[in-house]
């Protein structure tokens, strides 16, 4: 990628830190320069320079790979602690992939990206990465005290202490991006920060608020737009995903589409009533995001005790439907082992969701 840091190409410290003085950081920056501009830069030979040259220009491209190697390298997950959705997922959330969670207003898609990241930050022993997590939040939704919460009642063996719920609120770093160009120029800059903080999960919550705030369908012009900024965020988050072997979690609204073309106008039964279109529900931002993602994860109401998520891969659809119970009010005392941090009575609502051994937390 062009963004690739100049750091990360094992050049020379001097030669680094020449380009760094003239404010030379990325691939692209040295591709940007002629020879001889790079030349009185760092001061060395024109063999160096060129040498440097082919070297950024090498690590912007991808590296063609055999099926063979592909196949070596096998397939690695990480596991979201949920057994039944982990079997159908083969494993969990797929490595070096994007893994969008998409649904309407309140099911649960901010929660599950919290409970992702305490599983990021548990020991390799319990499951987890042990590792930091970055949160990019467009929504301002997350909240360190429903973190410390579900990591408490997820593993309450195991967040038994004040000393491991702040080293876990630690390793959680939090961007809030207000804007498309934002969140775009935050991605391109991660890549030093994963490497200092050992980074191994990125969560994204949520894509499509920012887009759909500044990128207006019904303004000419627009949809090309969005569909320009919409891919160099997927493009980027790629990049990161399979450069660091990571699993990047992202959350999408829904909207409602026609189902054929055909429907596009009203028509009419045999006894002359109107027909309305038949619609269905789908993620939101169009095909072109579609086809960037590698697993969606579609949860959606059925009923007031049922929600279904079809889960989709490559050549695979599978359906899950769990029911949920909303417990009553629950007292919690200080020391409880649901709350320990607050030394004095709070309140919570606990929402229970469970199938046979499919079952987990989330607090409203």
């Given at each position: 990628m062009a963004n690739k840091r100049v750091k990360r190409l094992k050049l020379d410290a001097a030669i680094v830190k020449r380009l760094e003085n003239k404010n030379i950081i990325t691939c692209k920056d040295i591709l940007t320069k002629s020879s001889l501009e790079l030349m009185k830069i760092t001061g060395v030979s024109c063999k160096k320079i060129n040498a440097v040259i082919s070297l950024a220009g090498r690590s912007c491209c991808p590296q063609a790979q055999s099926a063979s190697e592909l196949s070596k390298k096998g397939a690695s997950f990480f596991a979201t602690s949920f057994q039944q959705l982990d079997r159908v997922l083969h494993g969990g959330l797929p490595m070096s992939s994007l893994t969008e969670i998409a649904g309407p207003p309140g099911c649960g898609k901010t929660q599950t990206s919290i409970l992702l990241c305490v599983m990021a930050a548990l020991?390799?022993?319990?499951?987890?990465?042990?590792?930091?997590?970055?949160?990019?939040?467009?929504?301002?939704?997350?909240?360190?005290?429903?973190l410390v919460e579900v990591a408490q009642c997820r593993f309450p063996?195991?967040?038994?202490s004040d000393e491991r719920l702040v080293n876990l609120t630690n390793k959680v770093t939090i961007h809030n991006v207000?804007?498309?160009?934002?969140?775009?120029?935050?991605?391109?800059?991660?890549?030093?920060?994963?490497?200092?903080?050992?980074?191994?999960?990125i969560v994204v919550d949520s894509i499509a608020s920012l887009i759909r705030k500044e990128y207006d369908n019904s303004v000419?012009?627009?949809l090309i737009l969005r569909s320009n900024i919409l891919s160099k965020q997927a493009t980027q988050l790629k990049y990161l995903a399979e450069s660091?072997?990571?699993?990047?979690?992202?959350?999408?609204?829904?909207?409602?589409?026609?189902?054929?073309?055909?429907?596009?106008?009203?028509?009419?039964?045999?006894?002359?009533?109107?027909?309305?279109?038949?619609?269905?529900?789908t993620a939101a931002l169009g095909d072109s995001w579609t086809h960037s993602v590698n697993t969606r994860l579609l949860i959606q109401y059925v009923?007031?005790?049922y929600r279904q998520v079809p889960q989709t891969l490559i050549i695979q659809f599978r359906l899950i439907s769990f029911k949920f119970i909303q417990a009553?009010?629950?007292?919690?005392?200080?020391?409880?082992p649901v709350w320990t941090v607050y030394k004095k009575c709070c309140f919570s609502k606990v929402w229970t969701f469970y199938k046979h051994f499919f079952s987990f937390y989330l607090f409203m």
């Open positions: 020991p390799i022993s319990l499951g987890g990465l042990d590792s930091s997590v970055i949160y990019i939040d467009t929504e301002s939704a997350f909240s360190a005290q429903r063996s195991y967040f038994n207000t804007t498309c160009s934002d969140l775009l120029y935050r991605l391109q800059n991660l890549e030093e920060e994963m490497i200092r903080k050992n980074v191994k999960l000419s012009g627009n660091f072997n990571i699993p990047v979690v992202i959350t999408n609204q829904i909207t409602t589409r026609l189902k054929s073309s055909k429907h596009d106008e009203k028509t009419t039964n045999s006894y002359g009533d109107d027909i309305e279109p038949e619609t269905f529900v009923d007031g005790q009553v009010t629950v007292e919690i005392y200080p020391y409880s």
